[in-house]
């Protein structure tokens, strides 16, 4: 059975950078898309963007400016940087394959606070 | 992109009770619909995908149909376990874009 995880720091500074990582285990990252989406607290889900393993990535046109997904098949991974973070970008990130079947991580809360 | 419009945004009920969720899309999906519940603090749980088919292990009494643009997800004999936020989700065209969610609340 696929299991995501989500890595990350859980604490990043306003106007620095969001990494985050996403392990892939049961499941190869070649022939799948998979995305990162994200949730503010108390507030719906928010799809950030989307990588298949050939490298056809695209991203929310309200986050394209600031946003990297990057997918490394030899790790087994995939990434999300977000540049200039500011308040409004603490949530919980979830990396999920979103077609069927479909799987999602746990999810990380990122705080943005200095 | 394809928009999903998600009613009503909040529900309440008692136990027993027959609930239905609709989700309307801005263009035909076929039946590439997922319904996710989703506890506080918790990833979204499937629990219906293909709009229609119930995810192993889901409990009978949710239920899915539609197909083009117009979906409904349903919980019959509402249990106080069912409490949470629910959407629907397409992914007939990239990105795969949600709903605006319904919160369940038992009276």
């Known amino acids: 059975q696929v299991q995501l995880q989500e890595s990350g720091p859980g604490l990043v500074s306003p106007s620095e950078t969001l990494s985050l990582t996403c392990s892939v285990s049961g499941a190869s990252v070649s022939g799948y898309y998979w995305t990162w989406i994200r949730q503010p607290p108390g507030k719906g889900l928010e799809w950030i963007g989307y990588v298949y393993y050939s490298g056809t990535i695209k991203y929310n046109p309200s986050l394209r400016s600031r946003v990297t997904i990057s997918v490394d098949t030899s790790q087994n991974q995939f990434s999300l940087m977000m540049r200039s973070v500011t308040a409004a970008d603490t949530a919980v990130y979830y990396c999920?394959?979103?077609?069927?079947?479909?799987?999602w991580g746990q999810g990380t809360l990122v705080t943005v606070s200095s | 992109d394809i928009q999903m419009t998600q009613s009503p945004s909040s529900l309440s009920a008692f136990v027993g009770d027959r609930v239905t969720i609709t989700c309307r899309a801005s263009q035909d999906i076929s039946n590439s619909l997922n319904w996710y519940q989703q506890k506080p603090g918790k990833a979204p749980k499937l629990l219906i995908y293909d709009a229609s088919t119930l995810e192993t292990g889901v409990p009978s009494r949710f239920s899915g149909s539609g197909s083009g643009t117009d979906f409904s997800f349903t919980i019959d004999n509402l249990q106080p376990e069912d409490t949470g936020t629910y959407f629907c989700q397409q992914y007939d065209n990239l990105p795969p874009l949600f709903g605006g969610g319904t919160k369940v609340v038992i009276k």
């Open positions: 999920a394959r979103p077609l069927p079947p479909v799987a």
